[in-house]
């Protein structure tokens, strides 16, 4: 059964970038058909998906982060990343990263992230 | 505010039944059939419970059930246990663009 753990700083100063890493048990982030994935809850709201990685290279990330976001797979160590730059407080949310296969997901724990200076 | 609307809180007494709806819209709930639902308990990994609108996977009990009506998808829980307290919210395929969409959360609460 697959597992996924996020990592990274909890507290980042607003115009920088969000770096987040998740790393994967259980499976191989070079299996195919998978949507190795982003999303976020920020407080008192709903989820909201940031993007994906698939099939180890190709990319598709939410229109309105689109000009931000960066996802990327490190096969060496069986992970993949998040970057979010120009941050700003509206950016204050639980990061999860996930594994989906098109109709399901299966989730990290999450990982809180603050946007202050 | 969510892509998919659902109400804040359901409350329950144990036994009983209750329903969380989720609303969405053509383009993603009413278009297709990948909607799913999870459990999920505050700082542990949400659980799937429900996929394409009404498959359980295996291990989840069969008290639980899933639907579609139009752009509204629901989630039944039958005979409610305590076991059952917890937040749920949905999940929908929306295109190619934007991928998924989800619900903000329903918070199950029971007496």
């Known amino acids: 059964q697959v597992q996924l753990q996020e990592s990274g700083p909890g507290l980042v100063k607003p115009s920088e970038t969000l770096s987040l890493t998740c790393s994967v048990s259980g499976g191989s982030v070079t299996s195919g058909s998978y949507y190795w994935s982003w999303i976020r809850q920020p407080p008192g709201k709903g989820l909201e998906w940031i993007g994906y990685i698939y099939d180890s290279g190709s990319t598709n990330y939410n229109p309105s982060l689109k000009s931000r976001v960066t996802i990327s797979v490190d096969t060496s160590k069986n992970q993949f990343s998040l970057k979010l730059s120009s941050v700003t407080a509206a950016d204050t949310a639980v990061y999860y990263c996930a594994r989906g296969t098109g109709t399901t997901f299966a989730w990290g724990q999450g990982t809180l992230v603050t946007v202050s200076s | 505010q969510s892509a998919l609307t659902q109400p804040a809180s359901v409350s329950g007494s144990p036994g009983q039944s209750i329903t969380i709806s989720c609303t969405g819209t053509s383009s993603d709930v009413g278009n297709y059939n990948l909607v799913s639902w999870y459990q999920h308990h505050p700082g542990k990994a949400p659980k799937l419970m429900i996929y394409?609108?009404?498959k359980r996977p295996s291990g989840i009990s069969n008290r639980f059930s899933g639907s579609k009506s139009g752009n509204t998808a629901s989630l039944t829980i039958y005979g409610l246990q305590a076991e059952d307290e917890a937040d749920y919210f949905c999940c929908s395929y929306a295109g190619s663009s934007t991928s998924w969409v989800f619900g903000g959360g329903t918070k199950v609460t029971v007496l």
């Open positions: 394409e609108v009404s």
